[in-house]
């Protein structure tokens, strides 16, 4: 028996890179997978990947800052069986100061990675407590409790995310509903190497290093290290824990003064 067996999932933003380790992991730990993606093609390729193998996933195409399709999707998967869990992994990203970010940006960013949070709470909450209850995991950030150069926005949404996460907690104890947070720091996903390749050519491998060496452990994380602490969290041996942010960053927040000052 697997640790999530004939458990129901519904993970945002589960076509690539966490989204897509969380699917995997959850699969082989005998989950009945939702994939919401806008990106369809990204997540039909990893369900047929997941369904060749055995296993229950399903996608779906889903833009979660739209609440009319995220509860549309919500229905039709509602008509299956019960959801049990609900991962909040969509987000995007912004680089910039507060002067460096449009009135556009911060919009963008909040319709995303704050709105498209509320919008999934929004639709499952009452689905939890007619079946008896769930478990929430929020994806948060490192950016979240500290201070990062030009993540004015990026932190801003998810600051909100972590403070949704210990409100949903408090107010939905009674209600067998529980909901954690994960803080990544940095994790070595397709994302970074895209961004790398636009930013860096030629000097991939040392921006990586340099990337690398603001974790003090040393290195960026693995999206599958994020997955097994998702599935942890989710799964019945979290039943006592709520109401808590789990950071996975190399040592980041409290070994930070370990670090060098420059970069050698």
């Known amino acids: 028996m697997g640790k999530l067996e004939e458990k129901v999932a519904i993970i945002t ?93 911060l919009d963008r960013l909040y319709q995303v990675n704050i709105k498209g949070v509320y919008n999934c709470l929004y639709a499952l909450i009452p689905h939890f407590k007619q079946f008896g209850g769930g478990v929430i995991l929020n994806m948060a950030s ?6 990062l150069p030009d993540r004015f926005a990026y932190s801003m949404t998810k600051g909100a995310v972590l403070t949704m996460t210990y409100s949903i907690a408090v107010d939905y104890l009674d209600d067998n509903i529980r909901c954690n947070s994960i803080s990544p720091a940095r994790v070595h996903t397709p994302f970074v190497d895209a961004y790398l390749a636009k930013n ?25 290290e994020v997955a097994q ?15 808590t942010d789990y950071p996975i960053d190399g040592g980041f927040l409290k070994l930070a003064h370990r670090l060098p000052l420059k970069d050698s």
Do not use: W
Not at 142 to 147: D, L, M, Q, T
């Open 229 to 243: 602490l998702a599935t942890y969290l989710c799964s019945d041996e979290a039943a006592f824990i709520t109401g």
């Open 13 to 105: 933003g589960g076509g690539s890179g966490i989204g897509a380790a969380i699917a995997r992991q959850f699969c082989s730990e005998g989950a009945s997978v939702h994939l919401l993606d806008l990106n369809i093609d990204n997540a039909r390729s990893l369900s047929i990947e997941l369904s060749k193998k055995g296993m229950s996933c399903v996608a779906h195409e889903c833009d979660v800052s739209n609440q009319p399709e995220v509860a549309k999707t919500f229905a039709k998967i509602f008509e299956s069986n019960p959801v049990g869990i609900l991962v909040n992994n969509a987000g995007i990203g912004f680089i910039g100061s507060c002067e460096q970010t449009t009135e556009e940006d």
């Open 200 to 224: 860096y050519p030629g000097s991939e491998a040392l921006e990586m290093a340099r990337l690398s060496r603001t974790q003090p452990i040393g290195r960026m994380a693995r999206p599958e």
């Open 142 to 147: 490192v950016a979240a409790s500290v201070g």
